[in-house]
């Protein structure tokens, strides 16, 4: 079939072939519209960026209560760490914690790491240094 402007049956034939793609494939075709919609679409855009302030906001106010809890904490014990500051991993190997820092060939220990390094053995823990 030859394809000429403004031909009524060229016109048919392309809507027959736009709404045989809608049919196949629904998602995309409520993409275009939308996308098609300037005011839907800018909608859409502020939707999600509000749903990551919202996330960002949620956030900050977990961590600010869990670091008012932390400061109760401190009160009923000798010492408290942060996972992420004094070991990469924390495993378990025989029914006994283990805990892993992974380092580069010639690093050291941080003095926290260091520091709790020395409470796990002291305490009968493994502390294991892994190097990459």
């Not at 196949?24 to 098609?36: C, G, K, L, V």
Request: positive net charge.
């Amino acid at each position: 079939m030859v394809f000429k402007k403004n031909d009524e049956t060229t016109k048919l034939a392309a809507q027959k072939g736009g709404l045989k793609a809608q049919e196949n494939h629904p998602e995309s075709a409520q993409i275009m519209n939308q996308r098609r919609d300037t005011t839907i679409y800018s909608e859409m855009c502020k939707k999600m960026n509000s749903n990551k302030e919202h996330q960002r906001i949620a956030g900050k106010m977990s961590r600010k209560a869990e670091n008012e809890k932390a400061k109760i904490l401190q009160n009923k014990y000798e010492k408290i760490y942060q996972p992420f500051r004094v070991c990469d991993r924390i495993c378990i190997k025989d029914e006994k914690i283990v805990f892993i820092e992974i380092k580069q060939v010639g690093q050291k220990l941080r003095p926290l790491q260091e520091e709790f390094r020395k409470q796990c053995e002291k305490l009968g823990y493994e502390y294991i240094i892994e190097y990459i």
